[in-house]
């Protein structure tokens, strides 16, 4: 087997299970640290394919941006569901 095509089948293996741990972790930090693991594995897998243009917007912009801005969102919500601090 080549080498090339097992580290392959193990990113591809660790994006899956990155996808699946999404819907069944029960706290959503988590959640959004499993998708920014998908996103580093779909990225990865562009690599892989010799797209690496492709990977690294798919680095800059889900990882760097989509997953940082989901969480500020969270923990922006989750203080004023939790009765903390207002600035009304």
Known sequence: ???ELL???IFA????AAAVSIMFSKDVVRSV???AL???GVAVI???LEAEY???IQILIYVGAVTVLILFGIMLTKRRLLGGERDE
């Open 1 to 3: 087997m080549d080498w």
């Open 7 to 9: 580290f392959f089948l």
């Open 13 to 16: 293996a660790i994006t899956i």
């Open 33 to 35: 640290m499993y998708l």
């Open 38 to 40: 998908t996103f580093i």
């Open 46 to 48: 562009f690599f892989f």
């Open 54 to 56: 492709v990977a690294l």
